[in-house]
């Protein structure tokens, strides 16, 4: 997850909060991986309303491909919502603890294929 500071309306304590609990799975050997693309809808609040990992692989490939010459290979591994997602312990810059944005549950993340 992540954290961005808004400049609407002159209040620089405006915050969006972006949920993670997401991981990728990866192999060892892979050079080049695809995990998707993360696209996070938001209400006019900044409210995040739905997350989807949009899976273009085939477009991706095909461009890879004629970047990179045939005999090199991109793996799929889209991301994957965690059942636990791992919450990192935030701290400010004066050992004050920060507040997190909790992860959004795994059945609240749709796939959408190419």
Known sequence: GGMLFLDIGGNMLDRAYFPGGLRVAVNGEDRAVYIGTLRYHRDEFWKITRVVIVDDYAAAS???????????????????????????????????????????????????AD
Not at 80 to 91: D, G, M
Not at 97 to 110: C, K, L, N, Y
């Open 62 to 112: 095909a461009e890879f491909s004629a970047r990179f010459g045939a005999q090199q290979v991109l793996h799929k591994s889209l991301m994957q919502a965690q059942k636990r997602p791992y919450v990192a312990r935030a701290t400010a810059s004066g050992g004050r603890p920060v507040q997190v944005a909790p992860a959004r549950p795994a059945e609240d993340i749709a796939v959408l």
